[in-house]
T-cell receptor, first 113, second 111 residues
Framework: KQEVTQIPAALSVPEGENLVLNCSFTDSAIYNLQWFRQDPGKGLTSLLLIQSSQREQTSGRLNASLDKSSGRSTLYIAASQPGDSATYLCAAFYGGSQGNLIFGKGTKLSVKP | DAGVTQSPTHLIKTRGQQVTLRCSPKSGHDTVSWYQQALGQGPQFIFQYYEEEERQRGNFPDRFSGHQFPNYSSELNVNALLLGDSALYLC??????????FGPGTRLTVL
């Protein structure tokens, strides 16, 4: 069964810290992996998408890596700010005849001023 | 480009009732996927529509049905509502199996 797991479920850090969010997936035949941000009661905002042929993607203070062989992805947030407080979700896409995203349960991040 | 839009924003129903949620895809997209997100959980795939046909379905009962119109917009229908159907319902559009873009969601509360 294809599953995605995110650890930790919640994280609280002081402003300015660098932090890493973890995502693991059971089936390494991944087509791409996507990281999303979700504010309370809102929809999903796509942050980064990494194709299976890529090792990492960067956008501003965010850097996402993908290691297919170990079934892991990480989202690195540099110099965290209170505005980064949200739930971060990762989702695996396997392509082929399978058109759906498989999501983890998310990591709820709180950045304290 | 308005992006993916969903209506209504919020909805309150009672057990046993039926509900219809609507989604308009991003311009140029022909595929619509629906997800259910319970509180504190990740989104779960309900089904995907392409060329007005249900192409793929997740592990949801037949009470959940959908439709896609010629203009690619889509509806999600849920019959005989249960308390457990309370969730945020997310619609995502894409060009076939390419990257999915999500709408703001519809919050359904079943009393």
């Amino acid at each position: 069964k294809q599953e995605v797991t995110q650890i930790p479920a919640a994280l609280s850090v002081p402003e300015g810290e660098n932090l890493v969010l973890n995502c693991s997936f059971t089936d390494s035949a991944i087509y791409n992996l996507q990281w999303f941000r979700q504010d309370p009661g809102k929809g999903l905002t796509s942050l980064l998408l990494i194709q299976s042929s890529q090792r990492e993607q960067t956008s501003g203070r965010l850097n996402a890596s993908l290691d297919k062989s170990s079934g892991r992805s990480t989202l690195y947030i540099a110099a965290s700010q209170p505005g980064d407080s949200a739930t971060y979700l990762c989702a695996a896409f396997y392509g082929g005849s399978q058109g759906n995203l498989i999501f983890g349960k998310g990591t709820k991040l709180s950045v304290k001023p | 480009d308005a992006g993916v839009t969903q209506s209504p924003t919020h909805l309150i129903k009672t057990r046993g009732q039926q509900v219809t949620l609507r989604c308009s895809p991003k311009s140029g997209h022909d595929t619509v996927s629906w997800y259910q997100q319970a509180l504190g959980q990740g989104p779960q795939f309900i089904f995907q529509y392409y060329e007005e046909e249900e192409r793929q379905r997740g592990n949801f009962p037949d009470r959940f049905s959908g439709h896609q119109f010629p203009n690619y917009s889509s509806e999600l229908n849920v019959n005989a509502l249960l308390l457990g159907d309370s969730a945020l319902y997310l619609c995502a559009s894409s060009l076939d199996l390419d990257t999915q873009y999500f709408g703001p969601g519809t919050r359904l509360t079943v009393l």
